[in-house]
Nanobody, 123 residues
């Protein structure tokens, strides 16, 4: 089992910045990816950003150029620096991780979620 714990959410005005952090703990796993999703009220959960092993960083079009994801493999943490925040960024942000399970070469992936942290951007 992997536990993901987020921190750093809060309320801020348009144009401000927030930094979210996520730390993974639990059994010793190798992570394929660590990233962030978000869910606004009445909306589907959507992809925000991820750092994927061997494939670099990925961003949703709506946040590209404003958000920056950084991952520390040794510490098993992933941060999301959010700049130039807009009211439409308001959502609960969830940390997400994919881990490799099983003996090689028959590896499979398991996905884990954090409990979520609220980000509210007011105009």
């Amino acid at each position: 089992q992997v536990q993901l714990v987020e921190s750093g959410g809060g309320s801020i005005q348009t144009g401000g910045s927030l930094r979210l952090s996520c730390a993974a703990s639990g059994r010793r796993y190798s992570f394929r990816s660590m990233g962030w999703y978000r869910q606004a009220p009445g909306q589907e959960r959507e992809f925000v950003a991820a750092d994927v092993l061997g494939d670099g960083t990925k961003y949703a079009a709506s946040v590209k150029g404003r958000f920056t994801i950084t991952r520390d493999n040794a510490k098993k943490t992933v941060d999301l620096q959010m700049d130039s925040l807009r009211p439409e960024d308001t959502a609960v942000y969830y940390c997400h991780a994919e881990v490799f399970v099983g003996p090689p070469p028959n590896l499979s992936l398991e996905a884990y979620w954090g409990q979520g942290t609220q980000v509210t951007v007011s105009s």
